[in-house]
């Protein structure tokens, strides 16, 4: 709880010199970017509060089926009624809170695939080799259906690192409740396979031929991976100081979402960004020890799910600004601006949290 709270007070910091210059669409004010996080973090105390104080595996179980179907309604919903961004059409605004139905999706899939996963504990009285089959279908089956069928959804917003994150997480769920590694590596060529056809076919080309030719448009789709660059670069050791970024004055987009770890490096400079990804992984680390001390089977995979969630964004998003992999929408926990990740992310804190009670110390 405590690494929870001083992530959210040090992503709110550096949101607030991020978006000190950054106005998005025309006529928005400066700080309007930390005002709505602020705004966000305010409502995600509500869950996050409530999740500590009354969550219980038993709880958390009757309400899965009920949040994955609303998260499924939610993807089915944007498809029709969404707001668009270029071709990508993955948010839907109710009032000055936007929804983005995938955020949902993310922790719909680590709930019920926990929920199945853990439902046939104690099988008796059925042949070997009934239980080896019904061990497979709740194991790896079942998850993985309702994996893909989440991940064919978002696919339709045209937001393929929303579908290789959730996919991703159901592959993981399926490894922590212990399907085959067979079956793990048969989907992970599966899942390759068909990014690299989307990737071909889609939209996403352009990024991917922009990352393997590197400086080939300099001042086209390779903007902002290169100022992201210059920023890491330009902080040093130790930083040009808090909010004295230079390259967040119309250099690096989306400095206050995506790439607002180009600032954390830049002002904060190698030991400041080090020091961040460090208390980010003592998070990560943190979750996975209360997960394997968990008595509860449900529970356990559940918060087993949320940490490797965390982990797999921080992951990402630090790959994506100092140019690892392609450039993609990814968000950083706790220091992006986002109505509905900010949202998701203290949910799942406090589920996480209030789970944790019924963890051996």
């Known amino acids: 709880m405590v690494l929870t709270f001083i992530m959210l007070l040090l ?24 005002r709505s996080h602020l705004l966000h973090i305010a409502i995600g105390l509500i869950p996050l509060v409530a999740c500590i104080l009354f969550v219980t595996p038993a709880l958390v179980r009757r309400l899965t089926p009920l949040f994955f179907l609303v ?14 961004d270029g071709i990508a059409k993955r948010w839907i605004f109710v009032g000055p ?6 955020e949902f999706a993310k922790t719909a899939v680590i709930l019920l695939s926990a929920l199945v996963i853990s439902s046939g504990r104690g099988e008796t009285g059925v042949s070997e080799e009934k239980r080896s089959l ?33 996919g991703a997480i159901g592959l993981f769920m399926t490894f922590a409740g212990g399907a085959s590694l067979f079956w793990e590596a048969a989907v992970v060529a599966v899942g390759a396979a068909g990014v690299y056809l989307v990737v071909q076919t889609g939209y996403t080309s ?18 902002q991976t290169t100022q992201g660059i210059y920023a890491i670069g330009s902080g040093g050791l130790a930083g040009k ?39 980010f992984a003592a998070m990560v680390f943190r979750g996975f020890y209360l997960g394997m001390k968990c008595r509860d089977r449900f529970a356990s995979l559940v918060i087993l799910g949320l940490s490797f969630k965390f982990g797999l964004h921080v992951l990402l998003n630090v790959m994506v600004v100092t140019g690892l992999i392609p450039n993609t929408g990814i968000s950083l926990p706790f220091f992006s601006s986002g109505g509905s990740a ?16 019924y963890c051996d110390p």
């Open 97 to 102: 809170i936007s929804v983005q139905p995938s």
């Open 342 to 357: 900010t949202l998701m992310q203290m949910f799942d804190a406090g589920l996480l949290l209030g789970l944790s009670r």
């Open 71 to 84: 998260s499924l309604l939610l993807l089915l919903v944007v498809l029709v009624v969404g707001t668009a």
């Open 206 to 223: 352009d990024r991917v031929t922009s990352w393997l030719h590197r400086g080939a448009d300099l001042k086209g789709i390779d903007w």
């Open 134 to 166: 019904k061990r497979w279908l709740r194991t790896f089956v079942i998850p993985m259906a309702v994996t893909g069928v989440c991940c064919g959804l978002i696919l339709l917003e045209h937001h393929l690192s929303g579908v290789i994150i959730t």
């Open 241 to 279: 100081g808090l909010g004295e970024s230079l390259l967040k004055y119309g250099y690096v987009s989306e400095v206050a979402n995506d790439f607002i770890f180009t600032v954390v490096c830049e002002e904060l400079g190698f030991f400041g960004a080090v020091g961040i990804l460090l208390l």
């Open 11 to 34: 992503g709110t910091i550096v949101l607030m010199s991020a978006s000190s210059t950054y106005t998005g669409t025309e006529g928005e004010k400066p700080f309007g970017e930390v």
